[in-house]
């Protein structure tokens, strides 16, 4: 594979040192390891290599990979999710938390303005937040299959919908994208956009509609009638 391929990978990812499972996308997999979820969507991803889709150390055994391939290999803290940082455990005042009427207690994570933060421990008013990634400093382990590699502009550009979960029906022609969705969303439709112009041979300019309802259709087809004013009697004669 080459930077800019297009390609859709199975894999399960372990902590090595303890052989504990943070993500997979294989259903049976989840089943296995009793992580399986009946809300989740299981099934091969999409990753544009050298777009940062995936971890670098993944990324790197995924350039020397061929489609249907599969590898296990085991990926170091800087190829990984980094170094833990010790000055990116904080401590903080438990009315920070109050404030905002959440109850904090070891182990919560929370979604906050600096990032996600775990709570490691509340103490005396005070409460002890970890803002590293929950895989910093961690070797992991990784098993991969390649399962396809996709290649047209209207396969690339409807994987890259499906990846933000966004029902669409997409057209390609004369190098545009005209992708049409039930909903405005201006956040995803930013990044399609700059992610295509980037990274997808074929497609220059992107457009993205919101399709018209039954009853919008309906109203534009009622065009008010044009009235006539009644004439006085002397332009009449």
Same mark, same amino acid.
């Given at each position: 594979?080459?930077? &800019?391929?297009?390609?859709?990978?199975?894999? *399960?990812?372990?902590?090595?040192?303890t &052989?504990?499972?943070?993500?997979?996308?294989n259903?049976?997999?989840?089943?296995k390891?009793?992580?399986?979820?009946?809300?989740?969507?299981?099934?091969?991803?999409?990753?544009? *290599?050298?777009?940062?889709?995936?971890? %670098?150390?993944?990324?790197?055994?995924?350039?020397?990979?061929?489609?249907?391939?599969?590898? $296990?290999?085991?990926?170091?803290?800087?190829?990984?999710?980094?170094?833990?940082? %010790?000055?990116?455990?904080?401590?903080?005042?438990? $009315?920070?938390?109050?404030?905002?009427?959440?109850?904090?207690?070891?182990?919560l994570?929370?979604?906050?303005?600096?990032?996600?933060?775990?709570?490691?421990?509340? $103490?005396?008013?005070?409460?002890?937040?970890?803002?590293?990634? %929950?895989?910093? &400093?961690?070797?992991?382990?990784?098993?991969?299959?390649?399962?396809e590699?996709?290649?047209?502009?209207?396969?690339?550009?409807?994987? *890259?919908?499906?990846?933000?979960?966004? %029902?669409?029906?997409?057209?390609?022609?004369?190098?545009?994208?005209?992708?049409?969705?039930?909903?405005?969303?201006?956040?995803?439709?930013?990044?399609?956009?700059?992610?295509?112009?980037?990274?997808?041979?074929?497609?220059?300019?992107?457009?993205m509609?919101?399709?018209?309802?039954?009853?919008?259709?309906?109203?534009?087809?009622?065009?008010?009638?044009?009235?006539?004013?009644?004439?006085?009697?002397?332009?009449?004669?």
């Amino acid at each position: 594979m080459n930077k &800019g391929d297009w390609v859709k990978i199975n894999y *399960l990812g372990r902590i090595k040192a303890t &052989g504990e499972v943070f993500d997979l996308t294989n259903e049976e997999d989840a089943k296995k390891n009793g992580l399986h979820d009946e809300k989740k969507k299981y099934g091969p991803v999409l990753v544009i *290599l050298g777009a940062g889709f995936i971890m %670098p150390g993944v990324e790197k055994h995924l350039m020397e990979m061929k489609t249907g391939e599969k590898k $296990s290999f085991d990926v170091t803290p800087a190829e990984g999710a980094g170094a833990r940082k %010790p000055e990116l455990i904080r401590v903080v005042s438990i $009315s920070t938390f109050t404030k905002k009427q959440i109850n904090p207690f070891p182990g919560l994570v929370l979604q906050t303005d600096s990032g996600n933060c775990k709570v490691l421990a509340v $103490s005396g008013g005070r409460v002890r937040v970890d803002y590293n990634h %929950p895989l910093a &400093g961690k070797e992991l382990a990784y098993d991969v299959e390649i399962t396809e590699q996709i290649k047209t502009p209207k396969e690339r550009v409807e994987e *890259l919908l499906d990846y933000y979960r966004v %029902p669409a029906q997409v057209s390609v022609a004369a190098k545009k994208a005209t992708i049409t969705v039930d909903e405005t969303h201006k956040f995803v439709e930013k990044l399609v956009t700059e992610t295509l112009k980037k990274w997808c041979d074929g497609v220059d300019t992107v457009e993205m509609k919101v399709k018209k309802k039954p009853e919008d259709k309906k109203a534009a087809e009622k065009k008010p009638e044009a009235k006539t004013e009644a004439k006085p009697e002397a332009e009449k004669q």
